[in-house]
T-cell receptor, first 116, second 109 residues
Framework: GAVVSQHPSWVICKSGTSVKIECRSL??????MFWYRQFPKQSLMLMAT?????????EQGVEKDKFLINHASLTLSTLTVTSAHPEDSSFYIC????????????FGPGTRLTVL | GQNIDQPTEMTATEGAIVQINCTYQ??????LFWYQQHAGEAPTFLSY??LDGLEEKGRFSSFLSRSKGYSYLLLKELQMKDSASYLC??????????WGAGTKLIIKP
């Protein structure tokens, strides 16, 4: 149990386009999902915390208008990178926290984004 | 501020034992996690400590001392597949994970 999926696994896009990444909890409900970004040889960097039915909380330095997060249901959160540029190329990972399980987080497999 | 410190890189020999240390300073404490991450993959959960002491799980063990703000991950009978980055993360008072930069473990034959 406790499986989190991400789609797509990898994506290559042209500069200026928008890319949507989906994060789904497959066998549990998650009120909270987290979006991370990881550059090569660096640790995870939390971008935002997404709560079902409310606006996401963004970390300092993360542009809200560039990284749009929607958490429309208890099993799905989406991250849209708008007007992507080469510097947005990174490994994006989501994690999901089950209902009332504050010390649990289950990670998705990640999405590799390459912007040309 | 909040801070997690762990060595950047360690090297060990196949079959040996290695200990990866982690020290932390956070606003509140709701547990310490160790994750393993292979290159190009998402982290996978290894252990969770919230009380002082040693938690053993097969070849891997994790120790916590809350008074010292210290933890270690002990890996025994090292195998080549254990070559990976090991991430220490602390859950703060807001139940948010604060991540260390990770320790890259290199296993040599």
């Amino acid at each position: 149990g406790a499986v989190v999926s991400q789609h797509p696994s990898w994506v290559i896009c042209k500069s200026g386009t928008s890319v949507k990444i989906e994060c789904r909890s497959l066998d549990f409900q998650a009120t909270t999902m987290f979006w991370y970004r990881q550059f090569p040889k660096q640790s995870l960097m939390l971008m935002a915390t997404s709560n079902e039915g409310s606006k996401a909380t963004y970390e300092q330095g993360v542009e809200k208008d560039k990284f749009l997060i929607n958490h429309a249901s208890l099993t799905l959160s989406t991250l849209t990178v708008t007007s992507a540029h080469p510097e947005d190329s990174s490994f994006y990972i989501c994690s999901a926290r089950p209902l009332a399980e504050y010390n649990e987080q289950f990670f998705g497999p990640g999405t590799r984004l390459t912007v040309l | 501020g909040q801070n997690i410190d762990q060595p950047t890189e360690m090297t060990a020999t196949e079959g040996a034992i290695v200990q990866i240390n982690c020290t932390y300073q956070t606003s509140g404490f709701n547990g310490l996690f160790w994750y393993q991450q292979h290159a190009g993959e998402a982290p996978t959960f290894l252990s969770y400590n919230v009380l002082d002491g040693l938690e053993e799980k097969g070849r891997f063990s994790s120790f916590l001392s809350r008074s010292k703000g210290y933890s270690y991950l002990l890996l025994k009978e090292l195998q080549m597949k254990d070559s990976a980055s090991y991430l220490c993360a602390v859950m703060d008072s807001n139940y948010q994970l604060i991540w260390g930069a990770g320790t890259k473990l290199i296993i040599k034959p």
